[in-house]
């Protein structure tokens, strides 16, 4: 199944910052990506979606100009970006998904560095680069060398990089992999300021939870295409065909149960058991179907007490997308 | 959409940003503890200098020897001494910049930074060429202080600067070579071992051309082995009387009553021969880091 290549979401519009089409890479082994598409909004957290080898490190890695690209435009703010030109790729900051920093630099010189490097006097990177070091809270950390930072501390002191010479838009490649739930927090509750200061950020996450809870939009790719983009709520309105519901009855006989069985448009139909009583079913829908529910309940001697409808998450979106597809990678 | 070529002008060579690879470098450098290494080293080749420079000039240039054989044992000997220090010094301070950069993956965020990269390569050997200046003018400084405790005052202290553009000359062939290598191999692992070894295959290769057809001006641009007659043809310069180097025209080696003659303009040739190494191996290295894709 191959999604709608021109769907849009319905969410609301804003400017857009970067749009990518037709990105194409080939790799000697026939690998790579073929088609990628991504519209990236000013302001927003993108998520950037894939499995493993799916071609989400290629694309970062063409923007960032570490790979060259084989075909397909990338334009940010309105104009072609060459991701060979310095001063396109000024406008972008970059944090890689591994801890590849140079581990002899203390914090402050690391992120100081790369703020020289990105125009800034000497001056400027330092203090730009301790201003940086407590927003990620590593400010008491500054003196010390990266080869000695926790994975957690690398993740921050990345990001810390990836924001120095205030670049319009930073790239984030699996910032909470391997990450544990405390670092997780820390980096989640970072990403949650970023997206309070409008920053733009196309971020990267196997942890679909952390993508739902943070980014507007997203983009899901597979075997090297786009299969789907747009906001994160369109996107998981429009793609559940059906709704779960969760319902509590005062009590549930095999009648009640067989009846809603045969509704149309109901399946799935799921026995709770409370303390050994029967109280709770679940089941899907396509449409609205309290009513019905409730008038069988009542039928049967019965009282329908709730019937509330539950949010599909990313990952079942995300699953039902790419978990079962047998496409081979190009 | 808009014109790119606005800012195409702008994606120009710029010495800021070269400036702060030199500084990035730098800090890598004396952080890893490099400099200090390879001040020591230095030190190392300042004794065994003084204690050689006797030597030399006493028996004069290698080339004054009174046969083929000794000739050869002379090159394999002193000649293999003022190859293998800045061999193993140039080695030690380049094998960072770009093998173990690509090795570890640290190249991937430099890469990602908006600075191009001829500026990031030319950054890198320009910085190993002012720690090497440095280093070298310290290597006249104690070279003075230890050839008069252990010589006593010496009037001719000339050598001690051809010796100290020689070692710099030569340092810096080893690396832009390492440089070149690492760029071919991406990797740092074994790369003082293939820096080693390729020297020798060449150091040899020049000994059986030298058995076969003899010494030729021309072979002072062998890569890397010809770095071994700079040294000795700086000195050989700076204490022959006359110095004629630079009116002989007459390029051609000359037997003389079974005595190999060679001319001054060995250092012409020698200083020629390195840069050519140089610029070669500078070009080839840059060809291939300016190609270079950061895959996986």
Redesign the interface.
Known sequence: MRYSQDWKSRGEKMAELMKITGLKKR?DNNSGITDIRMNISKGTIHGFLGLNGSGK?TTM?II?????KDGGMI?YD???Y?PA??????NIG?S?D?P???P??TGE?LVA??G????LT?SESKKAAQDLLKMVELYDHRNK?VGKYSRGMLARVGIA?SLIGDPGMIILDEPTSGLDPAATSTVRNLLGKLRKDGKTVLLSSHLLGEVQNMCQNITIIHAGSTIMEGSMNDLIEKFSNDQRYVAEFSKISPTIVSEIRKVEGINKVQVIDTEGRPMKLTFYANSDIRENVAMIAVKNGSMMISCTPEGQSLEELFLKLVGNRDDKLP | ????SA??E??SF?L??MW??V??EL??DI??KKVLFVTSFTFAVIILAVALFRSFSNNGFYGNSENLWSTIILVLTKGFISGIFPMVIGGVIAVDSIAWEID???I??L??????RSEIYFGKFTEKLLVMFIISLLLVFFSVILSSITAGYQEHLIWIIPTATSFLLEVMVFISFTFMLGALVKQSGFMMLMLTGIYFLVLIGSVFLMLKDRFHMWMTFIPLAGVNNLLMSLQHFSIEPGRKVFLNYDLGPTMSGGVWVYPSQLLIYSIAGAMFSIVVFTIIGYALFSRL????
């Open positions: 790799y490190t890695k960032m100009g570490l790979l060259r334009e309105g104009r072609e060459d030109n310095v001063n396109d790729r000024a970059f890689p591994l590849f920093y140079p002899y630099l010189e560095v790369y020289h490097m990105r125009g000497k060398k990089v | 959409m808009r014109s790119v800012n195409a702008k994606n710029s800021h940003r702060s690879i500084d990035y800090k890598w952080r890893k570890k993956g640290t991937l965020l890469l990602s930074q908006p600075v191009r894709e950061i895959k996986g």
